[in-house]
């Protein structure tokens, strides 16, 4: 029992942290702190990262639905994330500083495949989940270089920018948010900004750092918009018979 327990504490702290807590029963290391802090905030975002998105992809499939949400905008912010989790897993870095994006990748892949499928493109979005499969294995199965990697988690910081700028112009143009949910708008927004926190203590990567401050800017600009347009209803787009 005792080496179980052991070992369920080494998820969240160093063999030096350890030592520190149960050792010396010296609890206010500061390094120590912010570290089990860190990766403490780390599982805590990977394991909310499992729903994330999954009111956004209900509320889509209650609706049968993907009216207002940009497909261009979710391809990036789905690029963005690829990114990451390719070049964070290449380097190594600790899985609580980045775990989270393999699921928001595949919950947001789901989206992308259900705005594909409901605007008529059922084969479109077959194709998607295989390409978009077939990509990830050639990023994180070592066949991509290192030196690419980082190139593409540098794009990350416009790609991310831009991608969140789209959907924001594209409820700014319906005077609503569509079949956005509120509620995984506000836990990306949470979720990146506690992300800055995370790669700071646990990777000291600028590039990481700057992508997640952008993220939070961009996921802030999007919450904003659901208190703007809180009590508005999406506009349904008439539908045009097709005349002989």
């Not at 910081?157 to 995984?184: D, H, R």
Request: contains cysteine; proline residues 2%; hydrophobic residues 50%.
């Amino acid at each position: 029992m005792a080496g179980a327990i052991k070992s369920i504490l080494f998820v969240l702290l160093s063999e030096q942290c350890y030592d520190e807590y149960f050792v010396k029963f010296n609890f206010l290391d500061e390094s120590c702190l912010k570290s089990t802090i860190s990766k403490g905030l780390g599982m805590s975002i990977i394991a909310g990262s499992v729903m994330v998105k999954v009111p956004q992809i209900l509320k889509i499939f209650q609706n049968k639905s993907a009216e207002g949400i940009n497909l261009y905008g979710v391809c990036l912010e789905l690029f963005a994330m690829s990114a990451t989790i390719s070049y964070s897993f290449i380097n190594g870095f600790p899985f609580s500083a980045w775990g989270d994006g393999i699921f928001l990748a595949i919950q947001t892949a789901i989206i992308a495949a259900s705005v594909l499928f409901y605007n008529g493109r059922e084969s479109g979005a077959k194709w998607f989940i295989i390409g978009y499969s077939a990509m990830m294995v050639m990023l994180m199965g070592g066949f991509t270089p290192l030196s690419v990697l980082w190139v593409l988690q540098a794009s990350n910081i416009p790609v991310v920018f831009f991608g969140k700028m789209v959907q924001a112009y594209t409820n700014y143009k319906n005077g609503s948010t569509g079949q956005l949910s509120a509620i995984t708008c506000g836990m990306l927004l949470f979720g990146s900004v506690a992300r800055i926190f995370t790669s700071i203590q646990e990777t000291g990567d600028f590039i990481l750092i700057l992508t997640f401050c952008i993220a939070s800017f961009s996921n802030c600009l999007l919450a904003g918009q659901f208190m703007w347009y809180w009590n508005v209803k999406p506009v349904k787009k008439p539908k045009h018979s097709k005349k002989d």
